[in-house]
T-cell receptor, first 114, second 111 residues
Framework: NAGVTQTPKFQVLKTGQSMTLQCAQD?????MSWYRQDPGMGLRLIHY???????DQGEVPNGYNVSRSTTEDFPLRLLSAAPSQTSVYFC?????????????FGSGTRLTVV | KNEVEQSPQNLTAQEGEFITINCSYS?????LHWLQQHPGGGIVSLFM???GKKKHGRLIATINIQEKHSSLHITASHPRDSAVYIC?????????????FGAGTILRVKS
């Protein structure tokens, strides 16, 4: 089925470990973004991309890196995991930028850092 | 003050009741989105509005651009409607189609 695929669904990391959260979409969407969701904080934008080769920081970028080498993939890298990065992470995509297109969200990755 | 405010934060209803969730925003927008998230689940886009009213099944979303206010209505509510409902806006001056989210409304429908 067309959509946004996130892997893994669950992950436990030790403090200081690194890992990559994968996000792939098969809808040829230009815009992709990563959010974290924390209790009482709502969804906050980490990084986003308006097309292959173009990325930019969102509201809470520290501790995370992204790249966009293809239209389909937008991985999120945790460089050195910290307990403060325990959260649920969502990837989302949209057809284009600066226009009124809807969003498609992935099913989320629940990350615990111990 | 948050740019997007939702009310109520929590809502409990009996099955069959008519439900209204409100969203107010303080910035100019090009679109407003209503999203649904079931417990432990992913996020699903219900509506995207730039004016007027949209209906899908038992769900109705309205927006008043002049008053910077939107409502999500659920008619004949059912326990399967229990979820978090999130309002999000795309501000007009933002680059990159970025969303600004409300904190969400937790809805519980009892049978």
């Amino acid at each position: 089925n067309a959509g946004v695929t996130q892997t893994p669904k669950f992950q436990v990391l030790k403090t200081g470990q690194s890992m990559t959260l994968q996000c792939a979409q098969d809808m040829n969407h230009e815009y992709m973004s990563w959010y974290r969701q924390d209790p009482g904080m709502g969804l906050r934008l980490i990084h986003y991309s308006v097309g292959a080769g173009i990325t930019d920081q969102g509201e809470v970028p520290n501790g995370y890196n992204v790249s966009r080498s293809t239209t389909e993939d937008f991985p999120l890298r945790l460089l050195s995991a910290a307990p403060s990065q325990t959260s649920v992470y969502f990837c989302a995509s949209s057809r284009a930028t600066g226009r009124n297109y809807g969003y498609t969200f992935g099913s989320g990755t629940r990350l615990t850092v111990v | 003050k948050n740019e997007v405010e939702q009310s109520p934060q929590n809502l409990t209803a009996q099955e069959g009741e008519f439900i209204t969730i409100n969203c107010s925003y303080s910035v100019g927008i090009s679109a407003l989105h209503w999203l649904q998230q079931h417990p432990g689940g992913g996020i699903v886009s219900l509506f995207m509005l730039s004016s007027g009213k949209k209906k899908h099944g038992r769900l109705i979303a309205t927006i008043n651009i002049q008053e910077k206010h939107s409502s999500l209505h659920i008619t004949a509510s059912h326990p399967r409607d229990s979820a978090v409902y999130i309002c999000a806006v795309t501000p007009t001056m933002e680059y990159g189609n970025k969303l600004v989210f409300g904190a969400g409304t937790i809805l519980r429908v009892k049978s």
